[in-house]
């Protein structure tokens, strides 16, 4: 008898294979740290550096802030571009857009009760001009 697999197409590897070549947990989960560490004390140098120009500091901090998160989003939250990833990328879309939702209702709604509610002044000049 011959030993012919009909469960794989010709190009696909046996999972054995494919386990044997696939890294760790332990250390994708390692790189993911090592590298979230490196960002974080860069971040650090970044900030408190007088090496960098004043108004570049927030730049290079913005930069550093959203590597970070594509960090966590690769190597913690597993978000590829695979397509057994289409409902992690779905939730965490809509996630987003219930942050922003919240964020900008609440800095509108300060907003318009700061316009609103003004408090009378407690300087007697203005009391007198007001009468």
């Known amino acids: 008898m011959t030993d012919v697999r009909y469960d ?3 190009g696909d590897i046996p999972s054995e294979e494919r386990q044997r070549w696939a ?6 989960y390692s790189i993911g740290l090592l590298v979230a560490l490196v960002l974080t004390v860069t971040s650090f140098w970044v900030a408190n550096t007088s090496l960098l120009w004043p108004g570049g500091v927030g730049l290079g901090l913005a930069v550093l802030a959203i ?5 966590h989003l690769v190597f913690f939250l597993h978000i590829t ?3 057994d990833s289409t409902n992690n990328i779905l939730a965490l ?7 922003f939702v919240v964020v900008a209702g609440t800095i509108w709604i300060v907003a318009d009760l700061n316009d609103n509610m003004l408090m009378p002044s407690s300087d007697p000049m203005n009391m007198l001009m007001q009468r």
């Open 8 to 10: 794989l197409a010709p």
């Open 23 to 28: 890294p760790s947990r332990a250390l994708v």
């Open 67 to 71: 590597a970070q998160m594509g960090i």
């Open 81 to 83: 571009t695979g397509p």
């Open 93 to 99: 879309a809509f996630g987003l857009i219930i942050v």
